[in-house]
């Protein structure tokens, strides 16, 4: 059963999460601002693409102040690829106690948008252009989990308060990087 949604507003209580390389993440992030992201699957082509965006505006997002942290409900041995393509924290949650935490839900819907149909195909597109580099060796695995995950977004500050909260209504409805830059300056 998934937990209730959170709202902008709600304190979450600091933790420290493990990754899937085996370093310790704080959430939220000290004296900055911390970007939760909770994706699918780990061969999910539309998740790989979308953080694939976020990887190659790493640096932006640096200066802006946030720390990234990416969510998958796989296994860690199916993400093993990640840390190779991905300069921020990956934490496999394959019995979703963070994802039931922050009411991250699953539903048909994650397929039934148009948008999420070609957001897939480009993400499969995308990964047979890279299946003969090493550096993404391990990169969309099949794990079995289901395809049916909707993601989430949530931007936390220091003191461990939601200053802004998405959850996805479909497989492709996440915050851009220009969305959060966005609203992270809007915060100020």
């Known amino acids: 059963m998934t937990a209730a949604r959170l709202s902008t507003?709600?304190?979450i209580p600091a933790q420290v999460l493990e990754t899937i390389t085996?370093?310790?993440?704080?959430?939220?992030?000290?004296?900055r601002r911390t970007h939760l992201q909770f994706r699918r699957?780990?061969?999910c082509p539309i998740c790989s693409l979308?953080?694939?965006s976020f990887a190659d505006r790493?640096?932006?997002?640096?200066?802006?102040?946030i720390t990234e942290v990416v969510f998958f409900h796989s296994p860690a041995d199916a993400l093993r690829g990640y840390p190779t393509v991905l300069p921020f924290a990956v934490v496999a949650d394959p019995d979703k106690v963070h994802y039931r935490r922050f009411g991250v839900e699953r539903s048909w819907r994650a397929l039934a948008s148009p948008r999420a149909w070609s957001a897939s195909v480009r993400g499969?597109?995308?990964?047979?252009?890279?299946?003969r580099?090493?550096?993404?060796?391990?990169?969309?695995?099949?794990?079995?989990?289901?395809?049916?995950?909707l993601?989430?977004?949530?931007?936390?500050?220091?003191?461990?308060?939601l200053v802004a909260v998405h959850y996805g209504r479909h497989a492709d409805d996440q915050w851009s990087v220009d969305e959060l830059l966005s609203i992270d300056r809007s915060l100020g």
């Open 22 to 31: 085996g370093r310790s993440v704080p959430v939220p992030a000290p004296r």
């Open 133 to 149: 580099d090493p550096a993404y060796a391990g990169v969309g695995s099949t794990d079995g989990t289901t395809h049916l995950g």
């Open 124 to 131: 499969y597109r995308d990964a047979l252009r890279h299946r």
């Open 50 to 52: 979308h953080l694939h």
């Open 151 to 161: 993601p989430a977004d949530f931007l936390i500050d220091p003191e461990g308060r």
């Open 9 to 11: 507003g709600a304190t």
């Open 41 to 43: 699957f780990a061969g």
């Open 58 to 65: 790493h640096d932006q997002l640096t200066d802006a102040g």
